[in-house]
């Protein structure tokens, strides 16, 4: 069972806040690789979460129950898991006052306690029906608007949800994405809003990867409203309509209809008294080993700031996929063992109806927004030999900086899993490889699983960057 911090000695050597990824991660390292460490996790929410399956369990693909992390993931190893949450870190003391008035002195201090939903700051933000999606709490408020769980919702002649169900989501990007993906596939009457004009807007960029998308939105019947904002959330009590930018007032049902925000996240440090740590908009500033301003204090995930590698320059990073791999160098660094982290490059993968998408690095957009002389190339190609049934197509755009035709970012878009070449292609950004490189990759070929051997779509896409700098 969890323990409570009255249980506790009043001390820990290492005390670590936050029991989502990098705090398990962290915690079960620290613990499996020193035994005799006494380490404590404070995380005052009832579960551990996969947030990635959020949308699957809305759509009825897995139960509500999968998503929820066993806490033996910490207790199995030795490591107590307090269910308290901290009011106050007393850096110059090493301790952390708790909730119920405690106070639990430490050694090493390990903060990874996420980020929290951004709403709008329109009017109505605040209103019942109105959502952002991170926990536990917001899956199942959804899920009662949705009729309960796949596999006990409404007889399948009248559709999963309740009968006339509509839903609005703001924001495209791939949470947004796929939240109007699950209430659609339930049955849902969905409107997606968006302020770009394209989807995906941090991962994609250029018409023929996101027309791509936009296209399978509208096979979906998906209604998507891009270009436009919300500006207004009217209703008493619960929201009644939605009025966008463009003049568009969409209706709502109170008690039956629900508005989700997708529109970003913000560090969760609002407990820290940051005069006692270097921070950004972000998040804590952390260097390369994790380590915060503060003495005996690390930090990883998405509760903090760290500069990009591709230009080294501060940059989001709100992602799983970062924060693990942060938590691993604070664990060894607390540990003594030498580690470094390299700076986030952001590859992320989504799916949308048949489309498999993802992205690393910069898009051409953000490279150019952030002072760098950018161009891309496109190339496609089969995703099997030509006589194989079932083939699809698959779509990379390659980001170059000029001159030294660098590798700044890749997108890729098709209709078989694209998340393998993505981490490829980080690789070959965090080692500053060129089109050079790229077009003189020795790849494999086969026919259930890739084109002819006489071309691979990486390899054209840097070809093409080459034949550009040669005719320029």
């Not at 119920?100 to 990874?112: E, P, Q, R, S």
């Not at 921070?279 to 952390?286: A, F, K, M, N, Y």
């Not at 990759?441 to 960057?465: C, D, G, H, R």
Request: glycine fraction near 10%; charged fraction near 25%; charge should be negative.
């Amino acid at each position: 069972m969890p323990a409570t911090a009255k249980t506790l000695d009043n001390t820990t050597d290492i005390l670590i806040i936050g029991g989502g990824p990098a705090g398990i991660q962290a915690a079960r390292m620290l613990k499996l690789e020193r035994p005799e460490l006494d380490v404590t996790v404070l995380r005052p929410e009832p579960h551990s979460m996969v947030y990635c399956a959020i949308p699957y369990a809305l759509e009825g693909l897995c139960s509500a129950e999968s998503t929820f992390k066993k806490d033996d993931l910490l207790t199995e190893v030795g490591v107590r898991l307090v269910r308290l949450k901290a009011s106050r870190v007393n850096v110059g003391e090493h301790s952390v006052d708790l909730e119920d008035g405690t106070t639990l002195g430490y050694a090493k201090l390990f903060i990874c306690v996420g980020a929290t939903p951004v709403r709008l700051p329109v009017p109505g933000a605040n209103l019942e029906n109105v959502y952002t999606v991170k926990t536990g709490e917001d899956m199942h408020r959804i899920l009662d608007r949705l009729g309960g769980e796949g596999d006990s919702c409404v007889d399948e002649s009248a559709g999963t949800v309740p009968e006339g169900l509509k839903a609005v989501v703001i924001g495209a990007g791939a949470i947004g994405l796929e939240q109007a993906t699950a209430y659609r596939a339930r049955g849902a009457e969905v409107h997606l809003v968006e302020m770009q004009d394209h989807p995906l807007p941090m991962m994609l960029d250029g018409k023929r990867c996101t027309e791509m998308i936009t296209q399978e939105i509208d096979a979906a019947g998906i209604h998507f409203h891009a270009g436009t904002s919300v500006e207004e959330l009217i209703g008493d009590g619960e929201c009644e309509a939605a009025v966008l930018s463009d003049g568009t007032r969409i209706d709502l049902a109170p008690g039956r209809d629900f508005v989700v925000m997708a529109t970003g996240m913000r560090p969760d440090i609002g407990f820290l008294d940051l005069e006692d740590f270097e921070h950004r908009p972000d998040g804590l500033v952390v260097d390369s080993h994790m380590r915060t301003s503060a003495p005996d204090v690390w930090a990883a995930g998405d509760c903090t700031s760290f500069h990009s590698g591709v230009d080294g320059k501060p940059i989001g990073g709100k992602l799983a996929t970062n924060a693990v791999p942060m938590a691993k160098v604070a664990a060894k660094d607390m540990m003594g063992i030498e580690a470094e982290y390299p700076g986030f490059y952001n590859g992320a993968a989504t799916v949308m109806g048949e489309l498999r998408i993802g992205g690393t690095g910069f898009t051409e957009s953000f490279a150019s927004a952030r002072g760098l002389k950018a161009f891309s190339t496109v190339a496609e190609l089969p995703t099997r030999f030509p006589m194989m049934p079932g083939k699809g197509s698959i779509r990379v755009r390659l980001v170059f900086e000029e001159e030294s035709l660098r590798l700044l970012g890749a997108q890729m878009v098709g209709t078989e899993a694209v998340a393998e070449r993505i981490d490829l292609l980080t690789l070959a950004i965090q080692n500053s490889m060129t089109a050079s490189d790229l077009a003189q990759l020795s790849y494999s070929a086969q026919p259930w699983q890739t084109f002819f051997p006489a071309k691979n779509v990486i390899v054209e896409a840097a070809t093409a960057a080459l034949d550009r700098q040669r005719d320029s």
